[in-house]
């Protein structure tokens, strides 16, 4: 069985096309197809070709029991020619710790995604603590349902900004780290150090 030749026709040069778009910049994809291939294919030409294709978001074939949400920034460049490049944000996904999406500037798109799953009772959200995203949360499911959880890189870096000895504070993240959540309020409530207040707003999600 011969391999498909590589032409200017080809299904396996919109292929290179496609992978080379998805991951660096179309000028560069241009750049580096014509090293390659010895082909030419135009940056606009790789970005039309990207346009043309859809991808719709999975569909979750069993119920959907947690999701975590989180946002990002892409730089983008302007039309005008000199000018610096603007950073825009998008928002992803992670349904079931399988399924991914991610949407650009569309979070309607994104809970509407999520909502049209079949979403269980408890449904677990978890994120970084960001107003963004848990108003994201809102919109997903009902509020009797939803569970909302700070995640644990986000938690400790809070915890460290409270001013208490390392010893209190490695009880505190013991505690936190098991889930005996209210048995981390009462050392706080008990030593009440500088930052344990500001602690609890920003991770109220856990505390």
């Known amino acids: 069985?011969?391999?498909?030749?590589?032409?200017?026709?080809?299904?396996?040069?919109?292929?290179?096309c496609l992978l080379l778009s998805a991951n660096e910049s179309y000028h560069n994809a241009e750049?580096?197809?014509?090293?390659?291939?010895?082909?030419?294919?135009?940056h606009s030409t790789q970005h039309r070709?990207?346009?043309?294709?859809?991808?719709?978001?999975?569909?979750?074939?069993?119920?959907?029991s947690e999701v975590s949400v989180d946002g990002g920034k892409i730089r983008l460049r302007t039309e005008a020619k000199g000018k610096?490049?603007?950073?825009?944000?998008?928002?992803?996904?992670?349904?079931?710790?399988?399924?991914?999406?991610?949407f650009f500037q569309d979070n309607l798109s994104l809970t509407d995604w999520i909502n049209s799953q079949k979403l269980t009772s408890p449904f677990y959200c978890l994120g970084d603590g960001h107003d963004g995203i848990w108003n994201i949360f809102a919109e997903i499911g009902e509020h009797q349902h939803r569970i909302e959880i700070l995640d644990w890189y986000h938690l400790m870096e809070n915890l460290h900004k409270v001013e208490i000895?390392?010893?209190?504070?490695?009880?505190?993240?013991?505690?936190?780290?098991?889930?005996?959540?209210?048995?981390?309020?009462?050392?706080?409530?008990?030593?009440?150090?500088?930052g344990a207040t500001n602690f609890r707003e920003l991770s109220?999600?856990?505390l």
Request: with cysteine; proline share 7%.
């Open 1 to 16: 069985m011969g391999i498909e030749p590589l032409t200017r026709h080809s299904p396996l040069l919109e292929k290179c």
């Open 31 to 42: 750049t580096d197809l014509y090293l390659l291939t010895g082909l030419q294919v135009g």
């Open 49 to 64: 070709k990207v346009n043309q294709i859809e991808l719709p978001p999975p569909e979750l074939k069993q119920g959907l």
């Open 84 to 102: 610096p490049g603007v950073w825009q944000e998008y928002k992803t996904a992670r349904l079931q710790g399988i399924y991914y999406g991610a």
């Open 165 to 194: 000895n390392k010893c209190r504070k490695e009880q505190l993240e013991a505690y936190l780290w098991k889930g005996q959540v209210s048995e981390a309020k009462k050392l706080l409530k008990s030593v009440q150090p500088r």
């Open 204 to 206: 109220q999600k856990t």
